[in-house]
């Protein structure tokens, strides 16, 4: 799986986010799933991928699958042991999950900023470090 992080400046960019992403499949043959994120989407942190695709995608738009594709043949799943309508192994298909934001969105899309909180008075018994 990658995450391509997305800096998009007009609407033309919807597209090349996607673009990218096709891409990303033609330089590494292996790869079946591609998630494109907004520039305040941390890379490397599932919890915000995942409230990108919670917050910003929606399944019968922002899901783009390629079917019949080359894939990895050591992937259990990429045959026709699973799918019968595979023809051989190693065959996939490969899916774009675009949870960026549309461009013409972008101003609906602000994050809620939430204050720090100390919690230790909640739950004194807990001991909590609060720096």
């Not at 520039?39 to 929606?58: E, K, N, P, S």
């Not at 960026?100 to 909640?122: N, T």
């Amino acid at each position: 799986m990658a995450v391509l992080k997305c800096a998009k400046s007009s609407a033309f960019d919807d597209g090349r986010a996607w673009q990218a992403a096709l891409v990303a499949f033609g330089v590494y043959a292996e790869l079946k799933n591609v998630i494109l994120i907004d520039r305040d989407v941390a890379v490397f942190d599932t919890d915000d991928g995942l409230w990108a695709m919670q917050t910003c995608m929606q399944g019968d738009v922002d899901i783009i699958t390629i079917p019949g594709v080359a894939g990895h043949v050591l992937d259990p799943i990429q045959g026709p042991d699973y799918n019968p309508a595979l023809p051989a192994l190693g065959t996939t298909a490969k899916t774009i999950f675009d949870a960026s934001v549309p461009f013409r969105l972008a101003a609906a899309f602000e994050r809620a900023r939430f204050e720090d909180v100390d919690p230790r008075p909640y739950a004194p018994e807990l001991d909590l470090p609060y720096a």
